[in-house]
């Protein structure tokens, strides 16, 4: 009788034990899950106004910074950056505009002293996207 309790006992602990692990294991997922839906790593986007420009042409910019799973509205990168990189991969111009609640508006005239006609990449980022490399930027080519 002593041992048949003793045993039941033994199972006992050794159940809640495991449960008391698990709960641990649980809470800590759900952490860093909540962490990666809510604040995760930054997303840019920009539109421009026409497929293709000519000299002396302005091209307007509207442009959006969401973060996380969700694309919830991330206010944490007061400014974005927008570059403009020519063929040879040299850079051009770079625009920094100011975001307010996740979105930026720019423009740029598209004069003949900087940008000879040809292709060019526009590039996109913020200073947060800069530290998980630039592999999160926005490159968009422009004709």
């Not at 048949?4 to 709960?23: G, H, K, M, N, R």
């Not at 294991?25 to 000519?54: N, W």
């Not at 996740?102 to 200073?127: C, E, K, P, W």
Request: aromatic share 14%; with cysteine; glycine share 6%.
């Amino acid at each position: 009788m002593q041992k048949a309790t003793f045993l039941s006992c033994f199972f006992l602990c050794c159940i809640s034990t495991t449960q008391a692990q698990f709960d641990a294991f649980q809470q800590k997922i759900e952490r860093y899950d909540s962490i990666s839906t809510f604040d995760g790593r930054e997303r840019i986007f920009v539109h421009y106004d026409k497929p293709q420009y000519t000299v002396n042409d302005t091209l307007w910019m509207k442009g959006y910074i969401v973060a996380g799973a969700l694309n919830m509205v991330n206010d944490s990168s007061r400014i974005a950056y927008v570059e403009f990189i020519d063929a040879n991969g040299n850079l051009v111009k770079r625009i920094s505009a100011l975001c307010g609640i996740g979105l930026f508006y720019s423009n740029i005239t598209l004069g003949d002293q900087l940008f000879a006609q040809g292709t060019y990449t526009l590039r996109a980022y913020t200073n947060r996207m800069r530290n998980f490399g630039d592999s999160l930027f926005l490159k968009v080519l422009l004709k």
